[in-house]
């Protein structure tokens, strides 16, 4: 039968707050006790549950952390480095995905409602920003990591996404491409205007603005980008380079462009955005805009870390750079 903090407790002569206490090193018992209920501990051989630990200090010492889904390419990099940080605090993860609609998301705000964990991470789902919203009003710490450009009114670490957009355009115009095919994701997601604003002003700035005709709005999905570059083969439009606002998209234009007959790079080059780790796999290899996905899984990480440890928050937005990585797909150098 396993040892429990009451069979503790009851051999010490103690209550069970006075062990939490002593599992938790609070300094309001004192010494003689904590060394008997210590010598307790170690005879019945008793391991704490987080539960016993978090008892004296009001706390789970259990961070959640909600996404939409585990299958989106990037969601790995950022739990890895979600799971990296809070482990090193020695704090638990509680992991809430929404495959499931709204019974994922009662399911979640029940475990809220239970007081299951001390803080929240989130990678927004579809539609649950007024309820995360909600919850920080009522008291819940939450740190959003920002893939959609929502700028919510609590913290949030996100990309720089119209630095990364412009130094894709800046690229392509070295690469000597001047009718950029430009495959948008939906435009009701800040991320996406601020990449189609970025890109947009170095053409402008350079004397080449782009042909509004050669923007398409897409889905941020492969079979959505194939589609939309074959549509605009059908059309007829001329261009010269595609710039995916991700890599996904940009993966599905290399296959229309292959299917048309069409070479990459040397009739058509293509750059992503993300540095999903399949894009060094492709062929040719994609050059594509590196969203630091790990680091913003660390950095949201410390950031609720520290306010649950009472430091303030570093700063309401955090923005981490992105960077152009150049691989075979749009240079032949």
């Known amino acids: 039968m396993r040892v429990t903090i009451a069979d503790v407790a009851r051999m010490a002569g103690v209550s069970k707050t006075t062990v939490s206490r002593v599992l938790n090193t609070r300094a309001e018992v004192d010494s003689s006790t904590a060394a008997r209920v210590r010598e307790v501990i170690d005879r019945l051989g008793y391991v704490p549950s987080s539960g016993a630990v978090g008892l004296a200090r009001g706390r789970s010492r259990t961070v959640g952390m909600l996404v939409p889904s585990l299958t989106w390419p990037w969601m790995g990099e950022v739990l890895q480095g979600v799971v990296d940080t809070v482990e090193a605090a020695e704090f638990g993860l509680l992991l809430f995905t929404c495959n499931r609609g709204t019974d994922s998301v009662e399911w979640f705000t029940s475990q809220v409602s239970a007081g299951a964990f001390d803080g929240l991470i989130a990678v927004e789902p579809e539609d649950t920003l007024a309820m995360l919203t909600a919850l920080h009003r009522k008291g819940l710490p939450v740190v959003l990591i920002d893939d959609r450009g929502r700028h919510p009114e609590f913290p949030y670490v996100s990309a720089a996404n119209r630095e990364g957009a412009a130094a894709a355009a800046r690229h392509l115009l070295d690469e000597g491409r001047f009718r950029?095919?430009?495959?948008?994701?939906?435009?009701?997601?800040?991320?996406?205007?601020?990449?189609?604003?970025?890109?947009?002003?170095?053409?402008?700035?350079?004397?080449?603005?782009?042909?509004?005709?050669?923007?398409?709005?897409?889905?941020?999905?492969?079979?959505?980008?194939?589609?939309?570059?074959?549509?605009?083969?059908?059309?007829?439009?001329?261009?010269?380079?595609v710039f995916a606002h991700n890599d996904l998209a940009a993966m599905g234009a290399m296959s229309a462009l292959r299917a048309a007959g069409l070479r990459v790079p040397e009739d058509v080059a293509v750059i992503?955005?993300?540095?999903?780790?399949?894009?060094?796999?492709?062929?040719?290899?994609?050059?594509?805009?590196?969203?630091?996905?790990?680091?913003?899984?660390?950095?949201?990480?410390?950031?609720?870390?520290?306010?649950?440890?009472?430091?303030?928050?570093?700063?309401q937005q955090v923005v981490l750079p992105t960077s152009v990585v150049v691989r075979r797909s749009t240079t032949t150098d």
């Open 180 to 241: 950029p095919l430009v495959l948008a994701g939906p435009l009701r997601f800040g991320c996406v205007r601020d990449r189609r604003e970025g890109f947009d002003a170095v053409y402008a700035g350079s004397g080449r603005a782009r042909d509004p005709a050669l923007f398409v709005e897409s889905d941020f999905t492969e079979a959505g980008g194939e589609e939309s570059v074959r549509r605009v083969l059908r059309e007829g439009r001329d261009f010269d380079a």
């Open 272 to 315: 992503g955005f993300d540095d999903i780790p399949m894009a060094r796999l492709t062929q040719p290899a994609l050059t594509t805009v590196r969203q630091p996905m790990r680091r913003m899984g660390e950095t949201a990480a410390r950031m609720l870390l520290g306010h649950l440890s009472g430091e303030t928050y570093p700063g």
